[in-house]
């Protein structure tokens, strides 16, 4: 599909067909919108759990009762569920094996490069930890930026798809052990086929006016 027509297919799919799988060559596709998302200084300070069996979509599911009930239709009878996760912390391990990767990803061409990339990371790195003090955030950003990609994507691969920020994230993270990795849920991405129940595909799309939005100067 092409960029304008899948901005205007896509919608959040308020309801998936249960047992319908999306083939692999899909799966492949959003996977390499997440890996190759951009993130400030390259920090890549995510981690993403993909679940597609039945088990794991239930284990995703647990964090969608209670006053979340009304997305747990949308976990369970999706094809594919993705819990878009950040980290808790931005280590040095993790600055060095960023570092280490671009190494081998063949980003120094010249004497010095390396200890430039990284003092250069490092010292935003440190704007954000102790002039800002937003660390977290710095890092969540990232992660919603990733999210746009990964739905913008989904679209343009003509695959549904529904965002959710409606989970109890303290559950979320206990079910696969995501904080003793480091790693805290930031937001649901549910991947599979609309059903019939899905009210929101018959609905107009809903924008505030262009003249509102854009202002050109
Ligand atoms: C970050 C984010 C979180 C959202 N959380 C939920 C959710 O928990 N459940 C849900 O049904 N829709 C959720 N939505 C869908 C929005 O309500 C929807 O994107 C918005 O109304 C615009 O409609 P459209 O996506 O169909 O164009 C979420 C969307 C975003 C971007």
């Not at 920090?43 to 209670?66: C, L």
């Not at 691969?157 to 480091?182: C, K």
Request: overall charge negative.
């Amino acid at each position: 599909m092409d960029l304008s027509d899948a901005i205007h297919a896509r919608h959040t799919v308020k309801a998936f067909e249960s047992g319908r799988a999306l083939p692999e060559s899909a799966i492949e596709g959003l996977l390499k919108v997440l890996h190759n998302s951009p993130s400030s200084v390259n920090s890549q300070p995510w981690h993403y759990v993909v679940a597609s069996t039945p088990e794991g979509k239930a284990r995703i599911a647990k964090s969608t009762t209670g006053s979340y009930a009304y997305n747990e239709p949308k976990v369970l009878n999706a094809s594919h569920v993705i819990a878009l996760c950040m980290r808790t912390d931005i280590s040095d391990a993790h600055l060095n094996a960023i570092l280490e990767q671009e190494e081998r990803d063949g980003r120094f061409l010249i004497d010095g490069a390396k200890q430039a990339q990284d003092r250069s990371r490092r010292s935003y790195v440190d704007v954000h930890k102790y002039e800002l003090r937003d660390v977290p955030q710095w890092m969540e950003k990232q992660v919603y930026l990733a999210l746009g990609g990964l739905l913008l994507g989904a679209a343009i691969l003509g695959i549904d798809a529904t965002p959710m920020e409606g989970f109890d994230s303290r559950t979320l993270d206990l079910e696969p052990g995501l904080r003793e990795q480091g790693y805290t849920g930031v937001v649901l991405a549910s991947f599979g086929f609309r059903s019939e129940q899905d009210f929101n595909a018959k609905l107009p799309k809903s924008r505030l006016p262009r003249d509102e939005i854009f202002t050109f100067i």
